[in-house]
């Protein structure tokens, strides 16, 4: 798609929004910005745009003879599709992209991308310092945080690009092409979003649309969604499991990751001497990242150093410290019940656990029933506590306290808490409504940390 002179509307003016603006700039496209926050003013709006950019901007409501002058419409991740102004482009048959295909337009090298309801960050984190090991030039982007329109202009043909691809993203993606993709594993998230669980798995499956049976994807084959997907997937499928053994692909085998190609088994490293990371969930990262990593061709001796030197993720079953016996960990990014899952596994000690938050539209049964003899007791606190207590005690677990704010419940997590427990903020449930972001909430939780007496 050529956007040479062509009126682009973008939607949105966060991070995504801003790159696009910028990059449509570059490209010699007519863009247009607008937002539908009615507490914003046009001065805040403006002084969004990139040093130099003077554009059209808009908010609450658009002129008619902007809308009927837009050739194509941008979407921020956060905007819906089924939203009445979207819908009127799409009658109209404008094109609707977003930002991982706008960035796909100006990508001169080769992309690896990577997907999942859970570990994704993790999992794309990892294997970017894997490429960085190898190729000189490489870019790590999408939904980690750094928008792939950002980077897009600067890859060259030797170039490799990392992205992490939410389903908000795939949703407006329509010729990107990943050489490698990866489906690290598909459980209910988003429901207020795609509707329905189809249309959610349907999404993250479309990363390998493009695909050849040349090219690989890297899928779960302990995910019923992905073992079904595999029969029907564009690319060539390479496995990955923590709980059985596989013929050809990558598992556990005790404390030890084994990779079965052409019927042999090869020990590639020990999950304890040779891992920073904890939890089952990291276990498969580091396999989907080998995966990924062998599929690239990255010498097996650079994958391995990497991997033993890498630590975890901010805000991903962080541990920030011990304070009077009691280790605290952060996992703040554990936004739905199968993430949160991740973060009580990974737990070797009583816990005393912080929950609760936005409603997505999850259930928590599964995330209770995890608690096992593990969690001692569960702190809530948002729009969920209320929810998520019927839902503990429908269940049988009855030691819960409840909060009005997040100060007040990490107060009551270290009154409960003696030495040899942890304290874990791994929430199941989004920010919103408490916090901007899952960051700002992990952060916060950091700092009440740091503040505690040694």
């Known amino acids: 798609m050529d956007l040479t002179g062509k009126n682009v509307l973008v939607i949105g003016s966060g991070k995504s929004g801003i790159a696009a603006v910028s990059l449509l700039t ?26 130099g950019v003077e554009i059209p901007c808009y908010l ?24 009445p102004m979207v819908e009127k482009f799409r009658e109209r048959k404008i094109p609707i992209i977003g930002e991982i295909e706008l960035g796909y337009l100006m990508e001169k090298g080769r992309v690896i991308a990577i997907t999942g309801t859970n570990g994704k960050t993790t999992t794309t984190t990892l294997t970017g310092e894997i490429m960085k090991a190898y190729f000189e ?16 202009a600067k890859t060259t043909e030797e ?18 092409h990943p050489v490698v993709s990866a489906i690290l594993n598909i459980t209910p998230d988003h429901l207020n979003r795609h509707h ?70 090869k020990r590639l490293l020990n999950i304890h001497t040779d891992m920073n990371l904890v939890g089952r969930c990291n276990v498969e990262n580091v396999m989907a990242a080998f995966a990924i990593a062998d599929g690239m061709n990255i010498p097996e001796e650079i994958t391995l150093k990497v991997i033993q030197e890498f630590k975890a993720v901010e ?20 936004t739905n019940p199968d993430a949160a899952i991740q973060g009580i596994l990974a737990m070797d000690r009583p816990t005393i656990l912080i929950g609760g938050g936005y409603d997505k539209g999850s259930t928590y049964d599964e995330w209770i029933e995890a608690f096992g003899d593990k969690v001692k007791c569960l702190v809530l606190i948002g729009q969920t506590r209320d929810l ?39 929430p199941a449930c989004a920010s919103w409504g408490m916090f901007p972001n899952y960051e700002e909430r992990g952060r916060i939780f950091k700092e009440y940390v740091r503040e505690l007496e040694e």
Do not use: W
């Not at 007519?30 to 403006?46: A, C, R």
């Not at 390479?238 to 596989?246: A, D, G, P, Y």
């Not at 962080?318 to 990014?333: F, H, L, P, Q, R």
């Open 159 to 176: 170039s490799v690009t990392v992205a992490e691809i939410s389903s908000f993203q795939l949703e407006t993606a329509v010729t990107f």
């Open 315 to 334: 805000h991903r079953i962080e541990y920030v410290a011990t304070k009077k016996g009691v280790m605290y960990y952060n996992d703040s990014k554990g």
């Open 196 to 265: 329905t669980m189809e249309n959610y798995v349907a999404v993250k499956e479309s990363i390998s649309r493009n695909q050849t049976k040349e090219e690989i994807c890297v899928l779960n084959a302990d995910d019923p969604y992905l073992s079904q997907f595999a029969a029907v997937c564009s690319a060539k499928p390479v496995f990955f499991s923590s709980r059985k053994k596989l013929d050809e692909g990558y598992y556990q085998d005790g404390e030890y990751i084994v990779r079965a190609k052409d019927g042999v088994h």
């Open 137 to 152: 030039k490489v870019f790590v982007v999408g939904n980690i945080g750094n928008p792939y329109t950002l980077e897009a």
């Open 26 to 51: 570059q490209m010699q496209a007519s863009p247009v910005l607008f937002d539908s926050n009615e507490k914003m003013t046009m001065e805040e709006l403006k002084a969004k745009l990139p040093a």
């Open 60 to 83: 609450v409501s658009l002129p008619e003879e902007v809308e009927a002058a837009t050739e194509v419409l941008v979407l921020s991740p956060g905007v819906p599709l089924d939203i």
């Open 388 to 426: 998520i207590e019927e839902c503990a005690l429908k269940h049988g677990f009855t030691a819960i306290k409840k909060a009005d704010t997040f100060k007040e419940a990490f107060d009551i997590c270290v009154a409960e808490a003696v030495s040899g427990d942890a304290v874990l903020l791994s």
